[in-house]
């Protein structure tokens, strides 16, 4: 089989449910990224550049997505798309499905929707929900009623105008990273969580580890003694 037919038909939807790729793709699957609990799709419906399918699908395999799907895709984006370098084909099952009474998602999984509505939530306010299946709106148009119906919560992403659906997604997934990762709050002041605060004005606040001011208390305990 040449690799042109062989790369043609990874492309096809997965038969089968989707369950099964919950158990063969988990949610740690990514490089660098902790195992997390529950787990997380990615889609779109009425995407019909290849471009943007490609980039979308490599970010939901860097983001350690379990599956990729669209609904009511164009047909043009089955040809195999040059944007998704990561290959993400080979390892992340893709379902097509022909409209939005078609998908055939997991028990308790909850649809988010990222969607411009009035009623939408802000997404640095949004709680991720443990088994969630996110799906986008088309490059030049805005989420079904259909869809949006089907959806248990509608997002946005705070923005001065529409940003293109792969980095919409991108920048969705990696807010669900942040909150589920286990990573270190982040500190009042700049820089790391951890590190000691630097002095701007006057002397050093710090010395050998221990405040200034602590060990001249200590300091003049010893003396009274």
Known sequence: MCR??????????????????????????????????????????????????????RSAHAFGACFFFTVDADAAIKRSPASDTSRSVDHLPYYAWPDVASMALPKGCQI??????????????????????????PERGSLSQAMLSRCDHIIRIPSAFCINVATAGAIVMYDRIRMFGGFAVRPVRPGGPGEKPVATFGGPLYRGGEKIRDRKKRAAKRLKF
């Open 112 to 137: 988010v929707g990222v969607e411009l509505t009035d009623d939408a939530i802000d997404l640095p306010s949004f709680s991720h929900p443990r088994r969630a299946a996110y799906v986008l709106g």
């Open 4 to 57: 042109a037919r062989a790369r043609r038909q990874a492309l096809d939807p997965v038969p089968g449910p989707v369950y099964a790729a919950l158990a063969t793709n988990p949610s740690s699957i990514a490089s660098g990224i902790k195992a997390l609990r529950g787990y997380f799709a990615i889609g779109a419906e009425g995407l019909s550049k290849p471009m943007n399918f490609g980039n979308l699908m």
